[in-house]
């Protein structure tokens, strides 16, 4: 027969009515937080990657001249994720739809100047931050072995994030970017034998056309973004592997037991 | 062969390696080369151009450049017009030869484009000065439309004129060196002397004179 319910207080704290502990809804929740942690991680065993990319040794006398790699890395995050967006209002219609697009964008969508500028702005930041950040690896000889590909696929990266740029800069297809189109495809033109071809294969045809903006669009949201996403991640995976470089003031110290002392 | 049953060329193994590598290859194959096609084509794919009606032939003298304004790209608005300078030639300084298709005398009119050679911004004729004038990069030309001084590697492109039905029509673009001769349509910053006329093939996808059997008819006039 089951007992009577008793008065809230009538069992001792901690306790139900049958003596048994129970927890405090706080520790409960936190509880349950870890059992989901648990439980994925008994599948996946993400555990010591975590710990191999969160946890690592790093040399002495490190500065915040070092926050510049993860400060760009927040910079193209803040692309990413600004840009994802505005594509959801975005048209990249030539016969005026993109100007008109971006103009709604500006004026009426909620908080949609806010977003815009962030991604036109972050844009600068970002590609301030990526000289800043190779300024850094280059005058403290972090380039050098074993850690060349990091570097060489830094460069790609800075390419791909100019490229980004020049892609970027038509969409809004005000007679600015028409404009600095116009020149940049030319630019591209002055390259000797494949130049002209060059050309025609960023504008879609050997004019300014119909398509030139959709495939500026393509290319600056699906194309290059999804190759510097696979290409941080594995100057990243890079970053952690070989270890961060020490400053090149800092000393190395030989062991004592290589020292040898000579008496005079 | 090492690892191969009696009388075969190649160990299971590996030929099992080499069928599920070929297969993945051909799978691979067969959605990027189609893709690559689709981004690749438009640069081998012909551009159509049609004659246009400039305006009549009164509308031209040899002293003054009228500003036309004509289709590049049909359909796109704005982003396909282009702006062509238009006078009549002038026979005592145009020394370039005219030459004849179909019984049609061509480029009776010099129809200079408002592209500049250097990178491609739109010139302007400045009238007092006889100059075109580029607001980008300092980029100056003659009346006849050679370089005159700043950085453009040529002379403006032309665009072939012909008078027909009593009206003048454009067709499409073509380049010139600094002799004036002929050539197919280059962009803008592609020298075409000497060496450059190699550096810069012609390209695939570029307009090519239309035939002059089928020009557009004039307007009607109400009441005529």
């Not at chain 1, 972090?142 to 060489?152: C, F, Q, S, V």
């Not at chain 1, 034998?193 to 030139?212: K, Q, S, W």
């Not at chain 2, 370039?96 to 990178?119: D, I, Q, T, W």
């Amino acid at each position: 027969m089951p007992l009577p319910k008793l008065m809230k207080g009538a069992a001792p704290a901690g306790t139900d009515l049958g003596g048994q502990e129970v927890l405090h809804p706080v520790d409960a929740a936190t509880e349950a937080g870890l059992t989901v942690v648990d439980w994925i991680d008994e599948r996946t065993q993400l555990t010591p990657g975590v710990r191999w990319l969160m946890f690592r040794k790093v040399p002495k006398g490190i500065n915040w001249a070092y926050t510049l790699g993860s400060a760009t890395l927040f910079a193209f995050l803040n692309q990413a994720v600004t840009g994802v967006f505005l594509a959801m209002y975005y048209r990249p219609d030539v016969n005026g739809g993109a100007y008109e697009s971006i103009r709604n964008i500006n004026d009426n969508v909620f908080l949609g100047q806010f977003v815009h500028g962030m991604h036109k702005w972050g844009a600068s930041v970002m590609i301030i931050l990526i000289f800043l950040h190779m300024g850094r690896v280059f005058f403290f000889g972090a380039y050098k072995y074993p850690r060349e590909l990091t570097w060489i696929i830094g460069v790609v990266l800075l390419i791909l994030t100019m490229a980004m740029g020049f892609t970027g800069y038509l969409l809004p297809f005000d007679q600015r970017s028409y404009w600095a189109t116009i020149v940049g495809v030319n630019i591209n033109n002055t390259g000797p034998f494949i130049g002209p071809y060059l050309g025609d294969f960023l504008r879609a045809g050997p004019e300014f056309g119909a398509t030139t903006l959709s495939r500026f669009y393509a290319i600056h949201m699906l194309l290059i973004p999804g190759l510097m996403a696979a290409l941080i991640g594995f100057h990243l995976y890079l970053v952690t592997k070989l270890g961060i470089s020490a400053p090149p003031w800092l000393k190395a110290k030989e062991p004592e037991s290589v020292v040898e002392v000579v008496e005079v | 062969m090492p690892g191969a049953f009696e009388g075969e060329t190649v160990s299971r193994r590996r030929f099992m390696t080499g069928v599920a590598h070929s297969a993945g290859g051909i799978a691979a194959a067969a959605f990027t080369l189609p893709a690559l096609g689709f981004a690749l084509g438009p640069i081998f794919q012909r551009e159509p151009f049609d004659w246009q009606i400039l305006g009549k032939p009164d509308d031209f003298t040899e002293l003054v450049y009228e500003t036309k304004v004509l289709t590049i790209v049909e359909g796109i608005g704005e982003a396909g017009k282009s702006i062509a300078y238009v006078r009549k030639r002038d026979p005592a300084i145009d020394t370039e030869p005219l030459f004849s298709k179909n019984g049609y005398v061509l480029n009776n009119y010099v129809a200079l484009s408002s592209r500049c050679m250097h990178l491609g911004c739109p010139v302007r004729y400045v009238e007092a000065a006889e100059r075109f004038i580029c607001p980008c990069h300092g980029g100056v030309y003659n009346f006849r439309g050679e370089v005159a001084g700043g950085p453009p590697v040529r002379p403006l492109d032309r665009f072939y004129t012909l008078e027909a039905n009593g009206y003048v029509y454009i067709g499409p673009r073509y380049s010139v060196n600094s002799e004036l001769d002929r050539f197919s349509p280059r962009d803008p910053g592609e020298p075409l002397d000497g060496i450059g006329q190699y550096l810069y093939p012609s390209r695939f996808d570029t307009s090519v004179l239309p035939p002059t059997n089928n020009l557009p008819l004039p307007p009607q006039v109400p009441g005529t």
